[in-house]
């Protein structure tokens, strides 16, 4: 206090806004598309958390600071699958077909 009755000091009030700064950061998102909001409130309402909760996790996993591993497709169940079909292969070659006349 400086003195007079109520009055914090310069430093207790740098000091509380310290703490809001650094340990209660907060974020105005604007222009959210409709779609976007309306996943994030059906997420919410599924796993029972504020839309707070379940936007503070979808931004960690978009910033990829949340120490999860995103599951990649291998595609090994199809490969080696591949059957020759003399349709496509009249396909493919006729896509490499280059008509001169074109690039005179």
Known sequence: MD????????????FYAYIAYNLCM?????????????????????????L????????ARGAGVTGERCQRRDLSDIAGTWR?????????AAQDTVDEEMWR
Do not use: H, W
Not at 3 to 14: E, F, K, T
Not at 26 to 42: C, K, S
Not at 84 to 92: E, H, I, M, Q, T
């Open 3 to 14: 003195g007079r009755v109520g009055c914090p000091s310069n430093a207790l009030l740098a």
């Open 26 to 50: 907060q974020y105005t998102i604007r222009n959210v598309p409709d779609m976007l909001d309306e996943a994030l409130r059906r997420a919410a309402r599924e796993r029972g958390k504020s």
């Open 52 to 59: 707070n909760e379940v936007a503070i996790e979808a931004l």
């Open 84 to 92: 020759k079909d003399p349709a496509f292969g009249r396909a493919l």
